[in-house]
């Protein structure tokens, strides 16, 4: 790779760049989806090529291919080169990296079982019999298990002397099912919604999630979600279970908090950001007691990398201290403007896209509340339990989510289901109203593998480590019905 | 680019190699380049060229499927190899559709040779009118400029073998001041279509009308939705309720309606994958030719989209409607329409009494799938309407609203449609504005 990789970032020079950085990507995936008792997929994917950025005249350039061979790193080179002396038509201020990256290294993630070493038929056999334990339960209409396994394999090189080759293990499963009845459908998902849960990890992580014990479990909450009458609506306490309270900082915190975002570069796209400059280290992002970090070393984090896509360390990075806004997650050009050093976040959807800033494992400190502590400590309120819609507008103000299941909470014990749950509010007022948090037991890093930004799209893996929590006066239900 | 010829001799290697009872190869290529700009600066500018193809093998009843974009030989070996061997592990699928045998594909106008080689120059120029139009009125401006060329193809081992390719042009801007912001989009066949200057002057026009926006209490409120909010629920629509599987499955808003009036009699949606004034495809993920499929006719339920499996399942043919198949998502309609009326853009304000304007929704999700809920936030200029005209902006708003009772209510149709880019990245979207009797707003936020 070093002969290619010093082909390209050579070229660049001679042809006026003033930076340039390479990445040789390698992505295999294999997915399996079991659906009412048949295979519905089972994919083995494979992509590989590279892509050249650099900057020129002070401009950015990127192109990419998946011909890794000297022409075509010498075509696109040059192609890059002339995309950067386009861009520099129409810029304002020369780029400005701050200072130079030059790490060498490796990173592997650690993994007990690697799942590309699993035979298939042993992952088939697991979610067959999820599968048909789920059809089992009347009323089940669609059953849906899946896994996933991702290794990425990546080389990135610099012109300023950084030379990282990195491999990342991937490891995903999950279960659906759909009850249709009572002129209703409704859902229910394990361990995580919208398919799958998934972690840098082995196939361990699968195995873990024991998919064929809790099959009858999922598939009869939804059959009693047809029956169940409506979350009543009203502004009350809410405890949310650890995955909503994922997708929660998800999308109220580690967006708002991407800087490319506050700077106005997302704008066109995804939007930009409550979390204005003038706000850091003052603004009060939430109560005393809400801790929340970047953290790209955790273990088995989906957001868990060695260096990110500049080349810079994965790092742990304080952003609300106390309740109190005091970090952003940052680019080596972002954070220049700021004055300071990147912390490592800007991270490509592969060989073909440039990387932009990303979340890496956003998590919210665990407090000190046992659940059944917190529950029987709650007069009156709903507890809210796993991800079935959201949104949020486009400066991560005003949020709205909807759940699969909700429980009345009454004089400190959890009571009747409620189907069709939403709440919504404004994030620093919501925030605001956490009063409790429970401890490292029910702690765990989520991953979110769909969090799409940029244009062209990309997809990112991020996690978010969560443990249920208590907000005082939320307002809950906007559904006729 | 492979092009038709290479495509044919990589297809008949594979194809030759392989011992399965049945062999698919599908081509998935393309070169594309987008010209991103930000704070009115170019600030991200990008290019890309691929080619992958997809190996999908039957023996007996087992299908595996395996994907490259290792072109070579050896690569190509490789990628039949782990195919068959993913197709000898798994169990036997009772439900299993034949590939298509040979058929004629009608072609479609889809390709512009101004857009496959359109330079970085010419993007960056096009970039420059919007970054240039904003500063001189004090404004910022956001968006990207794409141009693609994509190739698709398909040859199976029963004769089937089809080619296409096309290109694609598409803009989108948000033009923005502290307290405001407008947006426009567009999409065509032929980068020379995309009128920037209009599109800019657009944007900044409605960055300009939005400053000093109020606030407005959440409640239901008749409104104007531009085509940019039509667009978004017919493509939710099509992704909810307008596949064979949804209706198969329950999950339709049209199962059990078929022949009923479900909707305002002046709604009909359909798909047209062969027509031009769209972003043409001629054939699907399997290779079979692209049908005309009206879902709504007058208001009244007509039909969905069929991929091989679903129209096996109920003894009807294939639609042309598949994506790589098999799938567990189901038929997809990629190339949406819906009819414009008689009312000109001026006149859909003009007959709102006291109501909203709304140029376009942002984050929406369905929260209620089945009865089509969805939620989302306005965006990017909303305003207050009086007495059929615009009265002053307003903050943003969040609606939570059953899309197909808002098709219920709509009181007129706007006479010129435009196309868009799907939200889905693929495909196209053809659609007017329209006026409803009433949307449910239910919340407010800071902007």
Known sequence: MRELTDRALNLAKVKGATYADMRIVRRDIRSITVKNGEVASLESYTTAGFGVRVVVDGAWGFASSARLEPREVDRITALAVQIAKASALFKLEPVNLGEPVAHVGTYHTPVKVDPFSVPLEKTLELLLAADGAMRAVKGIVVAESSAAFIREQKTFANSEGAYIEQEIVETGGGLEALAVGNGDVQQRSYPNSFGRHQGTAGYELLEAMDLVGSAPRVAEEAVKLLTAPVCPSGVTTIILDATQLALQVHESCGHPIELDRVMGTEAAYAGTSFLTLDKLGTFRYGSPIVNITADATIPGGLGTFGYDDEGVEAQRTPIVREGIFVGYLTSRETAAKLGQRSNGTMRADGWNRIPIIRMTNINLEPGEWEFDDLIADTDDGIYMEMNKSWSIDDKRLNFQFGTEVAYQIKNGKLGQLYKNATYTGITPQFWAGCDAICNRNHWNVWGTPNCGKGQPPQTAHVGHGTAPARFRNVQVGVMKG | ?447
């Open chain 2, 1 to 447: 680019m492979l092009g038709e010829k290479a495509f044919r001799k990589l297809a008949d290697q594979v194809l030759a190699k392989s011992k399965a009872d049945q062999t698919e190869v599908l081509l998935q290529a393309g070169d594309s380049a987008l010209t991103r700009f930000a704070n009115s600066y170019i600030h991200q500018n990008v290019a890309e060229s691929d080619a992958a193809v997809r190996l999908r093998v039957v023996i007996g009843q087992r299908t595996g499927v395996a994907t490259t974009n290792d072109l070579s030989a050896e690569g190509l070996e490789r990628a039949l190899e782990t195919a068959m061997i993913v197709a000898s592990l798994q169990p036997e699928s009772p439900s299993l559709p034949p590939m298509p045998g040979p058929q004629a594909v009608p072609q479609a106008v889809a390709f512009s040779e101004a857009t496959a080689n359109a330079s970085p120059e010419l993007r960056a120029r096009a970039a420059g009118v919007f970054c240039t139009l904003a500063r001189e009125k004090g404004l910022t401006a956001a968006g990207a400029f794409r141009t693609s060329l994509w190739e698709m193809g398909v040859a199976n081992s029963l004769g089937h073998f089809v080619h296409s390719v096309g290109t694609v042009a598409d803009v989108n801007t948000v033009i923005m001041s502290e307290d405001s912001s407008g947006y426009a989009e567009a999409a065509a066949v032929d980068v020379r279509h995309l009128d920037v200057e209009a599109l800019a002057a657009e944007a900044v026009g409605k960055a300009l009308r939005s400053r000093n926006p109020r606030p407005l209490p959440a409640g239901e409120y008749p409104v104007v939705l531009e085509h940019y909010a039509t667009a978004d629920i017919v493509t939710i629509m099509g992704y909810l309720a307008f596949s064979a599987l949804a209706v198969q499955e329950g999950r339709s808003f049209m199962a059990g309606k078929f022949g009923q009036l479900i909707m305002s009699p002046s709604v009909s949606i359909w798909d047209d994958g062969l027509d031009p004034s769209g972003l043409p495809l001629p054939f699907d993920f399997e290779g079979v030719p692209k049908k005309r499929v009206d879902f709504i006719k007058d208001g009244v339920a007509i039909s969905v989209v069929h991929d091989s499996a679903t129209a096996l399942k109920e003894g009807v043919q294939s639609t042309g409607h598949s994506l790589p198949m098999p799938n567990p998502q189901g038929p997809f309609p990629l190339n949406m329409f819906m009819a414009g009326g008689t009312t000109s853009a001026e006149g859909l304000i003009a007959g709102l009494d006291k109501g909203l304007l709304v140029t376009r929704f942002h984050y929406t999700v369905p929260v209620h799938p089945a009865k089509a809920v969805v939620t989302g936030m306005t965006r990017d200029g909303t305003f207050w309407v009086e007495k059929g005209e615009i009265a002053y902006p307003v903050k943003n708003l969040r609606f939570t609203e059953s899309y197909l009772d808002a098709f219920n209510r709509v009181e007129a149709v706007g006479r010129e449609t435009q196309l868009l880019v799907s939200r889905f990245e693929i495909g196209g979207v053809r659609v007017p504005a329209v006026r409803l009797a009433g949307f449910r707003f239910t919340g407010t936020t800071e902007f």
